[in-house]
Each structure stands twice: as C-alpha cells, then as structure tokens.
C-alpha cells in the first residue's frame, strides 16, 4: 500500500529488526490488548445472538489500532471514542463487566470518566471530535500536558463536525490526535462514494496539519506512528491526522449483513490481514514469543470475559428513578424524578 | 439609580463572572475586535485576552461541540452564537451531546456550559428571523432562560453561568437597547434563580403569561386595557422556560380565571402549545374560558418592511386576543 507505514508488513529482516527495536514487553503488550478487545468482541458478539445485549456493533479486525491508540498515549491523555471504541476503555484499567452492561443499557455501564479518561461515547459520528478539541485546548490554557485523542471512521470524514474539527484544532494548535479508522466501508457505503480523495490522510493538508497513513492491521506500525502524533502535539505542535488504512472485516454490527452489498471475495481476500493472527507471525518469526505462550494469553483473556458475562447475569434490573436522576446535575424541582410517575394536573389539585 | 441597557446588563454579568472565575471563557464568531454582532462583548478581549475571548471560525456546531469539550475539560464556557437561526447547524451538538453528556454517563460529568444566543427581528428575512425556544426548551437536559428586562438579563446570566447544567441563553435583539435598572451593592452579585417566573404587574381579570420581548408588548397591552376596557391585566414574566415555573402562574389563574399566553414563535408546535397543554391541565377547574395565544402565523417571516410588522405580534394583537375573552 502506497505511503503506509507498516512493521509486519516490511520485508522478513526489517521487520525483525523493526520489532526487536520495540522490545519483547511492548510488543506482549500490544499483543494482550489485543487479545483482552477481541475476547470482549467475540463474547459480545454472542451476548447479542443470545439477546442478552442490545444491537452490538462489533469492531473484529480493528483492535491493532485500537490497542495501539490506548499503549501509545500515556495515561493522562484524554480518549473521546465512538460507539465502536467502547471496550478501550478496559485497556485503561476497566473491568469488561462495565462495557458490557452499558450494552445491556445497564447504569452500571457509565465507566468511571475522570479516572479512566475516556470520555462518553457518542453515537453520531464525528460529533465527539469537536469535545476532543476542546478539551485538549482547554488542557493547552490550563497548562496540563495531555493530549486528546478523537476516534473517526473513513464515513466521519464526510460529516461536518468532522471538518469544523479539524480545522478548529489547527487554527487553536490544539494538542489533538484525529485517528481516522479507515475500514473502506460505512455501512454499505464504499469509500468511493464517500470521497473522491483515495487518501484521507490528504485531508491533513487543507487544515494546515501533518496526515500519517498506517497499516491498520500491524499493531507495531500504528503504535509507532500514534506515538509519534502524541509527541508532536505534546510538544506544542498541534494536531495531527493519523488514518489507518484496513478493510472492516466483519459487519457493520450485529444488525448488519454485508453479503447484501460488498462481494465475499473482497472479504476473502482481506481476511488472512486479521491483526492477533499476523501480530502473532511477527513475534514467533523475531523469536520474540512462542505460539503456546500467545495462546495462553488469548485463553486468559477469553476466560476473563466469560466470567464477566457471568457476572453480566447476575446484575439487578435497572429503575426509572436511576435513569432520571441524571438528568441534571442540578436537578430543577420541575423536572425531578418524582414528576415523572405523576399525572401534569395532580399538582394543580391540592 | 441609573438606567442600565439590557447589551450593558449581559455584557457585565459576562465581566463579573470572568473577574470572579478563571474557568470562564467566551467563544464564539466576531467576538474580539468587532465586538460581537450586537456588540455585547465589547471591550472584554481587551480586558481578558484572547485566550479567554477566543475568536473561532464560523463552525456553530464546532464551537458548540468544543465547548462541550472545553466544559468536560474544567473550564465554563460561554459560546456565542451569533443569532438562533444559526442554532440549528449546532442543534446535534446541543441535543446530542451537551444534554446527554450528564444522563448517559450516570451523572458522572457535568457540561457547565452557557451558549448566548439572540432571537428576534428587523427585516432581515425568513431564514434570520426565527423563533426557536420551544425546540431547545422540549430537550432533558437543558436549562432554557429568556429574560426581558437588563436586571433579569444580568442575573439569570450569573445564574446559568454558575449552574452545573448545560443553559441556552436566548437574548431579543429588540430589547438589546432596551434600559433599565440594575441591582446595585450587594444585591449586584445575586442571581435570578433559573426556573422562577415573576408577576411584574397585578391584576384582577385576566392573566397574560409572556416572556422576552413579548413581556413589553403584554405591558403594553394591560395598560391600554386598563385605560380603554377597564380589565385589569396580571403580567407574568415567565423568565425561564425550561423548567417553567407553573405554580406562580397556577396561582395567578386562580385569582384572575382567564389566561393569555403570548410568544412570538409559530403557533403550531410553538412554546406556547407546550404551555397551553400542561396548564390547561393545572387550571382547568379555574379557568372561565378557554386559554388564548398570541404567536405568530404559520408561515416564514417576510422580509418587506410592512409584512414583517404584520407577521410579528404586537401589543394590540394581545389586546384583542383579550377582548375577544370578555
């Protein structure tokens, strides 16, 4: 792929020079994140086909990227995901019971914002980019030194809040990362009716920032490049767009069906560029695991997510008087949680 | 006292809560050098820096959303947007994300954020002359102000800059001149709690509810009433519109049991049919005819000069509204 920059990807002796440079526990550790996100996905996956979950969307192919946005920054960063970036936030600490019950509707899924720092998610895309920019130019006049990341996928480029975005967080110098999954599909859209730009990392360069490609499935590569990003926008040089160039594997989410709209052959041809498989190629081939080591690691993070499913069943259903008690913080005695069991004209009668 | 203008009256409460917490900063278009499109916000980029008056690019669903970040962040953004026609390329960001930040992470982060933003007219056509409040005021999770007077001006902008909750602050370009008096002392620095109406003129026969610049013309109403008819006129202000405060005007209906309720947006899905359905419900014991409203006709504001003035309701629209009652 032209312009991309790629680890596993390289030929077999840079490669291995390339992740030997990286070190054994970095590259384990990318490889656990991934691990820890594909266990989440699969089991999620089946909690949905199981309708202990609502309409999951599933993100099978795309943990390199997104383990890799979680290992590069450092824990004071900020991260604003999408609804396909729920389960990073376990990468930060977070048991996976809590994402789970945020599928399940379940209060108990709002993970601990402040301490994980990751922002809410938002379900329209790109509207959680602008809060990324804002946020990390509000950290730029309050002297902190973290660094915001927003998450996007190749359909975000075309919404406005995507370009308002953009521009807002290079014309401030806003200490920003956009990551721009580029999966090639949004939905049933193929990137060649989203854009006539075949590279979004060009996109960079009508807002006056750097645009980096990577290899979307090399976990390596994408730690790399978002590393760099991070450095430069710590630094004082403002954003960066990063896009990630690597085909959806899977659906769109569990209320999907691609078969309806994209060949299988396409998906065929893709399918062997499933990042655990290849990350693992790259570390046997440097000498830097074995297979039975990294499949011990996969076999604890599957265990791991089945006992949080387990305990998924065992959480108490939610109340009404829970779900509106956040409505405000500062609840106006009009729209208290009382008001909303009680017919309009009872307080007219006393 | 002197009289105070109700720009001044925003423009000092801007001031004061800037002076008093560093957290607040300003956002918006035109808001430096040019001073603001109404020119509320002159002078503070001299004053405050343009860190903390921040000039942005015309991008209202960017700068919406940026405060929401901006608020996640610590700081208390107050985001200009220029009129509240251009409210609606920020609506997702309003709706979507500074309502809902609270609510659907359990309460856990509060989106302290106010946006400033002017309703009203003056020949400057259908797509500039719109009336929105009743959209902002049906959304969960918003807090809705309106004030008419410089003294409420002022101290509901302390009031919702200093709430915890996201506040859609809606300002009248006719009253923007408009002057008046302002608490002075100590009084200066108290708030006009959010979700409290005022009954700024008693009365006995009918009572007109109204808000923002309609409140003047309601006055206006009452009186000619009074001096014409001899119907005595309740006026109350409604101030906030999210959440109303239903028992002050309850109470008035009970002493007057004829009601009026006047706005100037469209009379279909208008704030006024909100109003009308849940107090037909509180008073409908008290009530000796049906509840009127004064807002404006269906149809796209004009942009010719007469046909503007006949589309805008006016004072003598709420006297015959009431004549048509007694």
Known sequence: ?350 | MSLVSYRDAVRSALRDEMLRDQRVILMGEDITGYGGSYAVTKGLVEEFGPKRVMETPIAEAGIVGFAVGAAMGGLIPVAELMTVNFALLALDQIVNSAAKCHYMFGGQWSVPLVVRTVSGFGQLGPTHSQTFEGWFASVPGLKVVMPATPADARGLLLAAIRDPDPVIFIEHSLLYSTKGELPEGEAADEEVPIGSAKVVRAGTDVTLVAYSRMLLQALQAAEELERSDGVSCEVVDLRTLRPVDYPTVVESVRRTHQLVLCGEDWRTGGFGASLLSELSDRCFDDLDAPIQRVASPDVPMAYSRQLERSLIPTSDEVVEVVRRLN
């Not at chain 1, 060009?202 to 990577?214: D, Q, T």
């Open chain 1, 1 to 350: 792929m032209d312009g991309v920059e790629t680890i596993l990807g390289a030929d077999p002796e840079a490669m291995v020079s390339q992740l030997l440079e990286l070190g054994r526990d970095l590259c384990l550790r990318l490889f656990e994140g991934m691990a820890g996100l594909r266990a989440f996905d699969d089991r999620a996956v089946i909690l949905q086909r199981q309708g202990r979950i609502g309409t999951y969307p599933t993100f099978y192919g795309e943990e390199a990227v997104q383990t890799a946005s979680v290992v590069a920054l450092e824990e004071r960063d900020w991260l604003f995901p999408t609804y396909r970036q729920t389960a990073v936030v376990t990468l930060r600490g977070c048991p996976p019971l809590v994402p789970l019950l945020m599928w399940r509707g379940h209060p108990g899924g709002w993970h601990d914002v402040m301490r994980y720092r990751v922002a809410p998610v938002c379900v329209p895309v790109a509207t959680n980019l602008p809060h990324a920019v804002g946020a990390a130019w509000g950290a730029r006049l309050r002297s902190a030194d973290w660094v915001a990341l927003g998450y996007a996928g190749d359909g975000a480029t075309s919404a406005g809040d995507f370009h308002e975005a953009c521009n807002l967080a290079a014309v401030t110098g806003s200490p920003v990362i956009f990551l721009v999954n580029n999966n090639q599909w949004a939905i049933s859209t193929p990137l060649r009716r989203q854009t006539r730009v075949q590279r979004l990392a060009e996109k960079a360069a009508a807002y006056g920032m750097p645009g980096l490609r990577v290899d979307a499935f090399d976990v390596f590569a994408c730690h790399r490049v978002l590393r760099r990003a991070a450095e430069l926008a710590r630094s004082g040089g403002g954003p960066t767009l990063v896009e990630a160039v690597g085909y959806r594997l899977g659906p769109h989410g569990t209320a999907d069906e691609p078969a309806l709209y994209r060949s299988p052959a396409a998906d065929r041809l893709w399918a062997p560029m499933e990042p655990l498989g290849r990350a693992q190629l790259g570390l046997v081939s440097a000498g830097l695991a074995d297979a039975g080591e990294l499949a011990e690691i996969r076999g604890r993070a599957s265990a791991r997510l089945l006992a949080a499913a387990e305990e998924l069943e065992r959480s108490p259903r939610v109340t009404l008087e829970e779900i509106a008690d956040t409505v405000h913080l500062s609840t106006p005695w009009d729209l208290s949680p009382d008001h909303l069991r009680e017919p309009s004209w009872a307080a007219a009668g006393e």
